[in-house]
Each structure stands twice: as structure tokens, then as C-alpha cells.
Nanobody, 127 residues
């Protein structure tokens, strides 16, 4: 049973915006979360991460100043967003939401540091 569920992907044109969402059970409220992506024939790469408090974030250089990660911790659910602006064809990938075990204070950038993964959502940017 998937614990992380992504949504919001789609087909857009270069320069457009999309917002991805990842919904997780409330017990992930103290887990750092992240977004990764994987294009065909390429390795999975870090996109953005956020601490469990939401006070710290980190981004891949390729998306800085274009993408913003945020989170909303509610009683029964945790929602993590990835706002993607000024999309480029090279942003085309399957985007995955990931979560760490609870109470890790730092923002993780390596996929080996994440313990739970969603199924992914496709983002396609046409030129």
C-alpha cells in the first residue's frame, strides 16, 4: 500500500507552471520530505528537500529560483508541494515524492537517505 501519493503532473509548454502535490499520512509530520525526478535513460536525481519543521529547504542547482518546495502538516495528513515555474523541456521526468524516517534534522539530498517513496507523476514539458 502506497503511503505517499503524488499528483499534479501533466503536459505543459515551456515557460508554464505546475504544482505537484504529495499526500502522506499524519505520522509523516516529523519526517523530512523531498522530491526527486528520473528521466528516461538517466539516474534518479534530487530536485528539492524540506525539513520536517519546514524551516529548511534545499534545491538542485538546475531548479533554484524556479521551483519552490513547501509543506503543510495537518493532524491526519501531510502535504508537500513542489511549485514549478518557468518549466523547461529538460524538466521532463517522472517526479517522485520521498520521505525520511522521523526526526532527522537536516535536509537530505541523496536518495539513499529516504525510506519511503511514492509511485511518481509524469511531467512533460514541450518546447
Amino acid at each position: 500500500q502506497a503511503q505517499l501519493e503524488e499528483s499534479g503532473g501533466g503536459l505543459v509548454q515551456a515557460g508554464d507552471s505546475l504544482r505537484l502535490s504529495c499526500v502522506a499520512p499524519g505520522n509523516f509530520g516529523t519526517s523530512g520530505m523531498g522530491w526527486f525526478r528520473q528521466a528516461p535513460g538517466k539516474e534518479r536525481e534530487f530536485v528539492a528537500g524540506i525539513s520536517w519543521t519546514g524551516s529548511s529547504t534545499d534545491y538542485a542547482d538546475s531548479v533554484k529560483d524556479r521551483f519552490t518546495i513547501s509543506r503543510h502538516n495537518a493532524l491526519n495528513t501531510v502535504t508537500v508541494y513542489l511549485q514549478m515555474n518557468n518549466l523547461k523541456p529538460e524538466d521532463t521526468s517522472v517526479y517522485y515524492c520521498a520521505a525520511r524516517v522521523p526526526m532527522r534534522p537536516t535536509v537530505a539530498t541523496r536518495d539513499s537517505e529516504y525510506d519511503y517513496w511514492g509511485q511518481g507523476t509524469q511531467v512533460t514539458v514541450s518546447s
